[in-house]
């Protein structure tokens, strides 16, 4: 499997996914555990949408 997501777009990820989660805990909603998933694929380092659309921002090693 290779990496598919550059730094920037994980920076991003990380955010995004740390605002929904805060939103979810304010608001007492469990739909902000969505914000898992933009977390989830920036420590992986690889989006299974990027890879079905052929899509890479950038970074190039392989995983795993």
Known sequence: MMCNIGKVDRIIRVV???????????????LGAIGLIPLGTALVGWCPLYAIFGMNTGCKKKIG
Request: charged share 0%.
């Open 16 to 30: 995004i996914g740390v605002l929904i989660i805060a939103w979810g805990l304010m608001n007492n909603s469990w």
